[in-house]
Antibody
Framework: EVQLLESGGDLVQPGGSLRLSCAAS????????MTWVRQAPGKGLEWVSA????????YSADFVKGRFTISRDNSKNTLYLQMNSLRAEDTALYFC???????????????WGRGTLVTVSS | DNVLTQSPDTLSLSPGERATLSCRAS???????LAWYQQKPGQAPRLLIY???SRATGIPDRFSGSGSGTDFTLTISRLEPEDFAVYYC?????????FGQGTRLE
């Protein structure tokens, strides 16, 4: 079955760290760019970070640069998001999604997971 | 950043009617790299349209996309009960990727 399954979301204190995972199945993971998109409670979608199929190129929104790191393990068909120095405004449902096979960062997202909830609060 | 503004924020219609949703970009969208997504409560977004006018796999032909440059439109020709949801546009012609704020179709 073609699917993405996120995990790792939790309640964490401000300044804390968390690592999200996204397990992929049913498609050629290593050939697919991948992304993280978040959605704060009751709000819209916000792009966070993306990575090429090989993992050699990564891209991040300005608001997470220096705090979040995207990576992937193609041998495990798994995408990661390491989140450090978390803030209350990082509270959101984090989705992983598969990008189309286009040029770098010319990606729309044709498969989404159901998301994992990150809550940053003391 | 290329800011996307969707209108209206909320659209109130009935099944069988035609829905027209707008997405306006603050800068021209390169190569019409614009996508539309549908999101229902408690669910992940679903890709409807990419490259401004190409329907994604399995999307009914009552959904259509049009536009170029800075102005794009998603049209649902005859609303079905399952079409009532929130719709987002996304541009991928310029980094960073950006989304519109969404239109709620009720």
């Amino acid at each position: 079955e073609v699917q993405l399954l996120e995990s790792g979301g939790d309640l964490v204190q401000p300044g804390g760290s968390l690592r999200l995972s996204c397990a992929a199945s049913g498609f050629s993971f290593s050939k697919s760019p991948m992304t993280w998109v978040r959605q704060a409670p009751g709000k819209g979608l916000e792009w966070v970070s993306a990575i090429s199929g090989s993992g050699g190129s990564t891209y991040s929104a300005d608001f997470v640069k220096g705090r979040f790191t995207i990576s992937r393990d193609n041998s495990k068909n798994t995408l990661y998001l390491q989140m450090n120095s978390l803030r209350a405004e990082d509270t959101a449902l984090y989705f992983c999604a598969k990008g189309n096979a286009g040029a770098a960062m010319r990606w729309y997202f044709d498969l989404w997971g159901r998301g994992t909830l990150v809550t940053v609060s003391s | 950043d290329n800011v996307l503004t969707q209108s209206p924020d909320t659209l109130s219609l009935s099944p069988g009617e035609r829905a027209t949703l707008s997405c306006r970009a603050s800068q021209s969208v390169s190569s019409n790299y614009l996508a539309w997504y549908q999101q229902k409560p408690g669910q992940a977004p679903r890709l409807l349209i990419y490259d401004a006018s190409s329907r994604a796999t399995g999307i009914p032909d009552r959904f259509s996309g049009s536009g170029s440059g800075t102005d794009f439109t998603l049209t649902i020709s005859r609303l079905e009960p399952e079409d009532f949801a929130v719709y987002y546009c996304q541009q991928y012609g310029r980094s960073p990727i950006t989304f519109g704020q969404g239109t709620r179709l009720e």
